[in-house]
């Protein structure tokens, strides 16, 4: 038997279009990035919805047979096919099986299949005992019209909307990360209600007309400490009404604990939810920029004033600066840039993305650079060095570009001494100040410099000035004129941004990146 079940899970484990399939229905079902996950949500929303405007409609008019039809089989049978499907993809069978079988060989043993058979099925058992599972499960009885008791399916019908609706989701999950605080009310809550449920039932049962079973007792117990007070039943005895007055606050005061937690525990998670929100938006872009550290460079590079042109997201671990940070009016969230996990959550496999390390410590740059290189070689990461020593480290890291502000400061500070009227020209260009930009012209995004020499592109009709190419991972400064651009070229130009748009229309709509 061993072996027959071994024979048909390496069947099944080789098979590339099984996996394929699978991992499909997988991602469809459970992967919110997915694309298509939203028109599956979508069509079951709309079965659940549909499922039970029929049954309050049916209320006061009839409805034609092809509605029984549609809610009995159609509904039930999507319903109990996504189901199972669902189960389906929870665990595999035949991966463990399978991964048994290599251990069993491993440690030269014998293979017995029951153990990982157990281990498959109880993976499922716990997701069909699942509280989402169960209301997915009792979804699928259909709601057969004629037996009325059966109409009640249609509610768990419409309980299946918690899956699809995030933030009843983040609510549970709110509620869930205090269920240490909730059990502990809950449980004080009962003893309260039934001690004083058999306190007046004891002392009024023979006495109050309206008490007749410990059921009453406990019923006038719990809606007198939830502060409801029906008045269909009250106390008539001295001792009765003091429970009364006893409970009463001892509801308010559970009240007012329960709102407390609840209160807190939706602070604690606001921000987590924003995050999340920011994330969420950022990843639907096809390019943005990673920023992490919101120091004085960050600040200054915010200040250059193209930051709007395209999306960002500031980490920053700090609560004071992200609070700043806040306060500044840009888009932050409190993670440490540092732990993979964060960048883990971000789009890097379809997204062009560029991480600036511009954190005080270069251990934590370098950090943030294995970790953004360790996802994808083509993150483009610019780094911020404290020292000319620790460069080495900074390109052993794989950092695409790095910065020395203090000798850039150093620099300038020379220049300004020794030629005053250079360093004016250079902070005019730098700062972006209307006199001139400096400007990167891919010509991958304008396809129709590709092929020409630099003499046919009349830069002076756009008064741009013509630095020179970067090509190869080398800058040509000023080169010869009948150099023909290639594709993957960036010119390099200075002008006045009324001079780049005028070229932006002529050459291409896309295109160059501020400076």
């Not at 409801?228 to 559970?254: H, N």
Request: one cysteine or more; aromatic letters at 12%.
């Amino acid at each position: 038997m061993n072996e027959l079940i071994l024979r048909i899970a390496l069947r099944i484990y080789r098979s590339k279009r099984y996996h394929r399939i699978k991992h499909t229905l997988r991602e469809v079902l459970t992967n919110e990035k997915n694309p298509y996950k939203k028109f599956v949500d979508i069509g079951i929303v709309f079965l659940i919805l549909s499922s039970v405007f029929l049954l309050v409609f049916e209320v006061q008019h009839t409805l034609p047979h092809w509605v029984d039809v549609y809610d009995v089989y159609v509904v039930s049978i999507l319903f109990g096919i996504e189901y199972v499907l669902r189960l389906w993809v929870q665990d595999s069978v035949t991966e463990r099986i399978v991964r048994a079988y290599r251990d069993a060989q491993y440690l030269n043993r014998p293979f017995d299949a029951r153990k990982p058979i157990k281990e498959a099925l109880k993976a499922k058992w716990d997701y069909i005992k699942k509280p989402s599972s169960l209301i997915d499960l009792l979804a699928i009885i259909p709601a057969y019209r004629p037996i009325r008791i059966l109409r009640i399916f249609v509610l768990f019908r419409f309980l299946k909307l918690l899956r699809y609706a995030k933030s009843i989701n983040q609510f549970t999950e709110v509620l869930k990360n205090k269920r240490f605080e909730l059990y502990t009310l809950l449980l004080l809550l009962l003893f309260v209600v039934f001690t004083a449920g058999i306190a007046i039932y004891v002392l009024e049962e023979n006495i109050n007309p309206n008490v007749h079973t410990l059921f009453d007792g406990l019923y006038w117990a719990l809606v007198t400490i939830s502060t409801v007070g029906f008045g269909d039943i009250s106390p008539v005895t001295t001792e009765g009404r003091v429970i009364s007055m006893l409970i009463i606050i001892s509801g308010i005061a559970m009240i007012s604990f329960a709102t407390s937690v609840i209160v807190s525990a939706f602070s604690e998670k606001l921000d987590e939810v924003k995050a999340m929100r920011i994330v969420e938006r950022i990843n639907k872009s096809e390019s943005f920029l990673i920023i992490c550290g919101y120091g004085q460079m960050a600040k200054m590079f915010f200040r250059q004033g193209h930051i709007d042109e395209r999306d960002y997201i500031i980490l920053e671990k700090d609560p004071v600066r992200v609070k700043e940070a806040q306060k500044d009016g840009y888009h932050v969230i409190q993670e440490d840039a540092s732990r993979s996990e964060v960048l883990k959550r971000f789009n890097v496999k379809h997204a062009n993305i560029t991480v600036l390390c511009l954190t005080s410590s270069d251990v934590e740059n370098i950090y943030i650079t294995l970790s953004a290189k360790s996802l994808s070689r083509d993150i483009k990461v610019i780094a911020r060095a404290s020292s000319r020593s620790m460069v080495k480290k900074y390109e052993h890291a794989g950092a695409d570009h790095i910065l020395l502000p203090h000798e850039v400061v150093n620099n300038m500070l020379h220049i300004a001494i020794t030629q005053p009227t250079m360093y004016k020209a250079l902070h005019a260009v730098l700062t972006g100040e209307d006199i001139a930009q400096i400007y990167e012209i891919h010509l991958a995004e304008f396809p129709a410099l590709s092929g020409k020499r630099a003499d046919e592109v009349d830069f002076d009709r756009f008064r741009l000035l013509y630095m020179g190419v970067h090509r190869q991972g080398k800058f040509v400064f000023n080169p010869k004129r009948d150099m023909l651009f290639e594709k993957g070229d960036v010119v390099l130009v200075i002008g006045r941004r009324v001079g780049i748009e005028y070229f932006k229309e002529r050459y291409g709509k896309e295109g160059g990146v501020w400076l």
